[in-house]
């Protein structure tokens, strides 16, 4: 198993958003070691959360290295796949749950994102061109059975 990625919240000021999504990354890395594995399987990759009713995003940059780093509103970095939500919606992405270590769509949070992604509340640039990296993003964020969100 790969070892724990080292997490990095880059800037003077983060905003709120990378704030969170760092805590966030944090708790879901210790609750979950096996998820060290979907993390080094996105080297040289970055996703981008755009939250809309915010006008801020972050960016969170995997490196060879193990290392991720968590950047806001940073405007020269380039994404392979941007999830665009609003703050509200932020929730949704975090509780997905697991089943088998991969995302469970048919379960309650799984069918919530799918309704928003149907009804564009939620909106993923990249899908279709890199879908492996959706799967791991979701791999990380979600709830492994019998967890709490």
């Given at each position: 198993m790969p070892e724990r990625p080292t997490l990095?919240?880059?800037?003077?000021?983060?905003?709120g958003t990378a704030r969170v999504l760092h805590t966030v990354l944090n708790e879901k890395l210790d609750e979950a070691p096996w998820k060290a594995k979907p993390v080094q399987a996105l080297s040289n990759r970055t996703v981008r959360l755009l939250i809309t009713d915010r006008d801020e995003w972050v960016d969170v940059v995997v490196g060879t290295n193990g290392t991720v780093d968590v950047r806001s509103s940073a405007p020269d970095t380039k994404p392979q796949v941007?999830?665009?939500?609003?703050?509200?919606?932020l929730p949704v992405i975090l509780g997905i749950p697991l089943w088998h270590k991969l995302p469970a769509l048919w379960e309650k949070g799984g069918k919530k994102l799918l309704t928003d992604l149907a009804g564009r509340r939620v909106r993923v640039r990249g899908l279709l061109s890199h879908p492996a990296i959706v799967i791991?993003?979701?791999?990380?964020l979600g709830v492994p059975p019998g967890t709490v969100g």
């Amino acid at each position: 198993m790969p070892e724990r990625p080292t997490l990095v919240l880059e800037g003077e000021k983060p905003n709120g958003t990378a704030r969170v999504l760092h805590t966030v990354l944090n708790e879901k890395l210790d609750e979950a070691p096996w998820k060290a594995k979907p993390v080094q399987a996105l080297s040289n990759r970055t996703v981008r959360l755009l939250i809309t009713d915010r006008d801020e995003w972050v960016d969170v940059v995997v490196g060879t290295n193990g290392t991720v780093d968590v950047r806001s509103s940073a405007p020269d970095t380039k994404p392979q796949v941007t999830v665009a939500l609003d703050m509200k919606t932020l929730p949704v992405i975090l509780g997905i749950p697991l089943w088998h270590k991969l995302p469970a769509l048919w379960e309650k949070g799984g069918k919530k994102l799918l309704t928003d992604l149907a009804g564009r509340r939620v909106r993923v640039r990249g899908l279709l061109s890199h879908p492996a990296i959706v799967i791991r993003v979701l791999q990380i964020l979600g709830v492994p059975p019998g967890t709490v969100g």
